[in-house]
């Protein structure tokens, strides 16, 4: 069966960097696009960045752009996200999900698979 693992969340201050990573297993890693979702305490879970399965075409949330990069390794099936210059307002529940699809999407019920999720927490 399909399984995404992530890891790498944790405790940072705020301005610190944190490197997430999924491991993907049990499908065909570099047909399928790639996100980040992330969920905060009573809020819906909210889509941060993709990337496209031939690793060509990255796409972020505004509120991510400039400070977190998306990159993904097929000979790994692994995705990643760099998260740099952290705030207190990404301390959220990480997700990564797949997709198999032919255009972008940065739409939760798009997503064919999903991740565990991983914590990051951003201290002030």
């Known amino acids: 069966q399909v399984q995404l693992v992530e890891s790498g969340g944790g405790l940072v201050q705020a301005g610190g960097s944190l490197r997430l990573s999924c491991a993907a297993s049990?499908?065909?890693?570099?047909?399928?696009?790639m996100g980040w979702f992330r969920q905060a305490p009573g809020k819906e879970r909210e889509f941060v960045t993709g990337?496209?399965?031939?690793?060509?075409?990255?796409y972020y949330d505004d509120s991510v752009k400039g400070r977190f990069t998306i990159s993904r390794d097929n000979a790994k099936n692994t995705v990643y996200l760099q998260m740099n210059v952290l705030k207190p307002e990404d301390t959220a529940v990480y997700f990564c999900?797949?997709?198999?699809?032919?255009?972008?999407?940065?739409?939760?019920?798009?997503?064919?698979?999903w991740g565990q999720g991983t914590q990051v927490t951003v201290s002030s």
């Open positions: 999900a797949a997709r198999y699809g032919s255009s972008r999407s940065m739409t939760r019920k798009e997503y064919d698979f």
């Open positions: 049990g499908l065909t890693f570099s047909t399928y696009d």
């Open positions: 990337i496209r399965r031939s690793g060509g075409g990255t």
